[in-house]
């Protein structure tokens, strides 16, 4: 129950296109649902973050739409970049006692020119 | 940069031995939390840390334990190492311990067991 489901493994998209990562999960106590961003050598960074209040969420070129019945969230990234390719892993936490995050296992993005 | 400041960078050590890998918090930040990645696992929450006090555990082998200080910084000691403990080891740390809270991450201690 408190797994995070990524896919795809790894994604390759032409410079201009959209990728679009999903995560399931199963915890309904979860209502942080985050972004993060990491290159190689690199720790994670946040990218965007939704709470299961709204439906989709914009930052830039960075969408996250959530949809709560289904226990789903998605990232989209639109007009992808060389500079985007990066692992991406979505995240969830639950108020409660601790805000510990349980990462999905990641998702290789490659983004050719 | 995030703020967080994990020593060292690298360690290569043998089986059988302890290591001590230590994790500065942003300034303010009260919250730690500690991750192991490998490349078959992903991210996996260890533990979490709240001012001084343990707060949230996960899976981390009885072989590996923490602390908080007075000062905030965090130690991850692992012991009686394993092959299989070879993973990059990253320290977050977060200003409160309450949910949707940003987690900023360290650049994180890669560990070879030989």
């Known amino acids: 129950q408190q797994q995070v489901k990524q896919s795809p493994q790894s994604l390759i998209v032409q410079k201009g296109g959209i990728s679009i990562i999903n995560c399931a999960y199963e915890n309904t106590a979860f209502d942080y649902f985050p972004w993060y961003q990491q290159f190689p050598g690199k720790g994670p960074a946040l990218l965007i973050a939704i709470r299961p209040d709204v439906s989709e969420k914009k930052e830039g070129r960075f969408t996250i739409s959530f949809n709560k019945s289904a226990k789903q969230f998605s990232l989209h990234i639109m007009d992808s970049q060389p500079g985007d390719s990066a692992t991406y892993f979505c995240?969830?936490?639950?108020?409660?006692?601790?805000?510990?995050?349980?990462f999905g296992t990641g998702t290789r993005l490659q983004v050719f020119p | 940069d995030s703020g967080v400041t994990q020593t060292p960078k690298h360690l290569i050590t043998a089986t059988g031995q302890r290591v001590t890998l230590r994790c500065s918090p942003r300034s303010g930040d009260l919250s730690v939390y500690w991750y192991q990645q490998s490349l078959d696992q992903g991210l996996q929450f260890l533990i979490q840390y709240y001012n001084g006090e343990e707060r949230a555990k996960g899976n981390i082998l009885e072989r590996f334990s923490a602390q908080q200080f007075p000062d905030l910084h965090s130690e991850l000691n692992l012991s009686s190492l394993e092959l299989g403990d070879s993973a990059l080891y990253f320290c977050a740390s977060s200003v409160e311990d309450r949910g949707g809270t940003e987690a900023f991450f360290g650049q994180g201690t890669r560990l070879t067991v030989v």
């Open positions: 995240a969830a936490s639950s108020g409660g006692d601790t805000d510990k995050l349980i």
